[in-house]
Each structure stands twice: as C-alpha cells, then as structure tokens.
C-alpha cells in the first residue's frame, strides 16, 4: 500500500514511498504578508494533490495536532484540506500521543525525543518535521488502520456528503 505521511504545520513534514526510495521533507506554508489568508491552505491542496496522484498514493495519513493552543485553527484548517483529498486517496488520522508513545515508549515525548527514535529506526535528521513524518509512516507501516479494500479510492458507501 502506498502511504504519503504528512506532519501539517507551518512546515509541513511528509514522507513517503517512491520509485526511487523513501522520500522525506518540508514543505515551508508561511504565506507571505500580502498575500490572502487562504493561500496556505491553496497551495498544500495543490500539492497534496500533486503528490498524491504523481506516486499513486492509496492513503493520506496525518498527524491530528489541533486543540486549543496557538496555530490550531491553522493546524484544523491544513486537517480540512487533507481530508478534501478523500475523493483519490482514503484519509486517516493518527493521535498525536499514541504516535509518540509508538515511537519513544512516552505519550508527550518532545522534539529531540521523537528525532532520536528516528534514529534508532535508521532514519537520521536534524529536522524535528521530517523525523515526525517519517515515525509516522512508520507508525501506520506497522500499526495501520484496518481499511476496507472499497475505500481506498474515490467515493465510499460510507461517504456522508453523498455526490
């Protein structure tokens, strides 16, 4: 199955499989001043989109990070655009805590933590984003929801907008 891992922030970190190997980064979601409120959430779209279906992604899995604190309607806002995507991938949300206690044993690691556990999966980064993208490709790698075979692409029965 293939898996695009996603850490929504203000930079953004993904992971993924692809014809050539794993591929891990950052994508940088500051909107410059002058630019519209929505421009953020425009481009992630269109490069979810983009990645999406350039390396036949079948699941979109996401770091559910939002609460009550700073940036969470930024961080609700970039969660509302991951799920746009269900119409070509099928969307699943991973808990914070339990990604951490996955990978640290701690259920409110912190950074340098979470990029050590990296490491001892064999992936080395300076980047706390791309470290938490890639536990969470893992993470799903090995702990992945159950999704029935007709909701990995397009419409489902269970799709409650209907069409």
């Known amino acids: 199955m293939r898996v695009l891992a996603v850490d929504p922030a203000t930079r953004t970190g993904f992971a993924f499989d692809s014809s050539q190997g794993l591929t891990v980064g950052t ?71 339990a990604l951490k206690k996955f990978a640290t044993g701690k259920g409110n690691a912190d950074k340098k933590m979470m990029m050590d556990a990296a490491r001892e999966y064999g992936f080395d980064t300076d980047d706390d984003n791309e470290a938490d993208a890639f536990l969470l490709l893992e993470y799903f790698r090995r702990n992945g929801t159950k999704i029935p075979a007709d909701t990995i692409r397009g419409e489902h029965p269970s799709d409650i907008c209907g069409s």
Do not use: M, T
């Open 27 to 97: 994508l940088d979601l500051r909107a410059p001043r002058s630019s519209s409120p929505g421009a953020a959430f425009r481009f992630f779209s269109r490069w979810l989109r983009q990645i999406i279906e350039e390396h036949d992604i079948e699941v979109l899995v996401f770091e559910r990070a939002y609460g009550f604190r700073k940036g969470s309607e930024f961080l609700a806002g970039l969660a509302a655009v991951c799920h746009q995507q269900d119409d070509i991938a099928a969307v699943v949300e991973a808990n914070v805590s």
